[in-house]
């Protein structure tokens, strides 16, 4: 060794076959992988040290920069050719010793207008920079170094190569690749991923940060080098790990995963998220991590709910409206439109499954000279009295109504002929023995029940007008039972 280089002699060192088969070996494996960067550069650190082993590297002769360049054995420089990484092999002094083809045509120089130089002679931009002092470190630590170096190429435009410093015996081993375009590709997806608004990251299968974008560093406070590099756990809490973990397993088995709810967050509360997780596999098949996207949704949930809790007050409201809208202001009983719906729903209900529907129509009897008499004040006082017997003596299904004056309705869903009749007979005789402040008063009633020959709603009501005016014509306070329906006769009632 003189004045501290190192060069390659192409004299095969004397070695056993082993040796020999082992060197064999290895560069036709070296030759497999040049196409796999990280792969090639090991092997290729790998061969200038076992070269240096077997005694190739270190010789103590003197020679020109030429003479050194040829020396170099052939297989290894055909390695060193074959590899698409850039190569610069530099000696202590940092003088280069090798660039191997890729170097040469990044420059469009011959690859002996570099040897000899130094390497802030050959490149005088890298003078001064992260470059130079990655090489001086690497140099004085004996470790190896790695770093991302941006430079303009000769159109002016940004160029990024990632360097490995690799410290060998009596100096370097230098490895650049071109990684603009990655770099080009993650400026652009952190770029889109930025733009966003929800949160985008990648785990790898241990469930560690490996990319977030800004939107982390917003939702969590926390610099985006600090989450990167930490458990997912740590990170959201908890709590929330533990709601999103069988979504989590699910995903690593392979499948895509969608999922959303309210959620307890470390230092956000309580959040309403929509969730994605999308395996990503290797070259193999296996899961190696999860793409995950998050949606905060909880302002537009929480203006979902109101909304919703809003139109349900609404519709509340509504119903209250039209309740009121069908109810009698004076007795609170069913008022005729009220009535005429519910009949015609009853009745193409009865119609559809062939079952009975009873109606019993109810009049007071003399009421005109009831209210003449003592005044509209005590009839509509008489009124809602008759309205509160009504209630005691029908069902909770039926629906009574008051179907105008002193004229009163009851509709008997499922209640046959006898039932109807038994009904108007309770209502009769309730009337009969209530004790009334001015005078006593009675009711006549008709009743009319499907099936029946009325083939509407109308037809229905008639029956049992025609009925209630039997009962009238006989005599009052009697209950009759409408026979079949004949549309001739009267419907309606007078007094």
């Not at 929800?198 to 560093?217: H, I, K, P, Q």
């Not at 009574?400 to 009769?428: C, D, I, K, N, W």
């Amino acid at each position: 060794m003189i004045c501290g280089e190192f060069f390659f002699c192409g004299t095969e060192p004397s070695s056993p076959p082993f040796c020999r088969t082992s060197r064999r070996s290895f560069f036709t494996q070296a030759h497999k992988v040049r196409r796999h960067r990280s792969l090639a550069t090991d092997f290729m650190v790998s061969a200038i040290k076992w070269w240096k082993s077997c005694g190739q590297l270190g010789r103590g002769v003197c020679m020109s920069s030429n003479q050194r360049s040829e020396g170099i054995d052939r297989r290894l420089r055909e390695a060193l050719e074959a590899t698409p990484e850039h190569v610069v092999l530099l000696d202590r002094e940092f003088r280069v010793l090798y660039v191997n083809r890729k170097v040469a045509e990044l420059n469009r120089e011959e690859p002996s207008r570099f040897v000899g130089l130094t390497h802030w002679e050959a490149w005088p931009s890298s003078a001064g920079t992260e470059v130079e002092r990655a090489f001086r470190r690497a140099a004085q630590t004996r470790q190896t170094v790695r770093l991302e170096h941006n430079h303009a190429d000769e159109g002016g435009l940004d160029m990024w190569m990632e360097i490995d410093v690799v410290p060998i015996e009596d100096g370097l081993a230098v490895f650049f690749r071109d990684v603009t375009e990655r770099r080009l590709a993650d400026d652009m997806l952190r770029a889109a991923s930025d733009a966003v608004t929800f949160l985008v990251a990648y785990v790898d299968r241990r469930l560690v940060y490996r990319f977030c974008n800004r939107r982390y560093e917003e939702w969590y406070g926390r610099p985006l080098a600090e989450i990167v590099g930490c458990p997912l756990r740590e990170v959201v809490g908890q709590s929330a790990f533990e709601a999103a973990r069988p979504h989590l397993e699910r995903a690593l088995a392979g499948h895509e995963v969608r999922y959303g709810g309210w959620m307890e967050l470390s230092g956000k509360g309580r959040r309403f998220l929509r969730v994605a997780y999308s395996p990503r596999r290797g070259p193999r098949g296996r899961v190696e991590g999860l793409y995950i996207q998050v949606e905060d949704d909880t302002d537009a949930r929480l203006a979902q709910e109101a909304l919703a809790e809003a139109n349900a007050e609404l519709e509340d409201a509504n119903a209250r409206l039209e309740e009121l809208a069908a109810t009698d202001a004076l007795t609170g009983l069913c008022n005729l439109r009220g009535f005429r719906r519910r009949l015609g729903e009853e009745f193409a209900e009865a119609r559809r499954l062939g079952r009975e529907l009873s109606l019993v129509m109810i009049d007071v009897d003399r009421f005109k000279d009831y209210n003449d008499s003592f005044g509209h004040p005590a009839g509509d006082e008489a009124l809602k009295e008759l309205a509160r017997i009504l209630r005691e003596e029908t069902r909770d299904y039926d629906v009574a109504a008051r179907y105008g004056g002193e004229e009163f309705a009851v509709l008997l869903p499922s209640a046959g002929q006898t039932e109807a009749e038994r009904v108007a007979e309770r209502v009769r005789k309730a009337v009969e023995v209530r004790i009334w402040p001015l005078r006593p008063l009675t009711v006549s009633l008709g009743a009319a029940t499907l099936p029946c020959d009325a083939e509407s709603p109308e037809g229905l009501v008639g029956a049992a007008d025609q009925a209630l005016y039997a009962a009238k014509e006989g005599g009052r306070n009697r209950v009759v039972v409408s026979p079949p329906y004949d549309s001739t006769l009267r419907s309606g009632s007078e007094d």
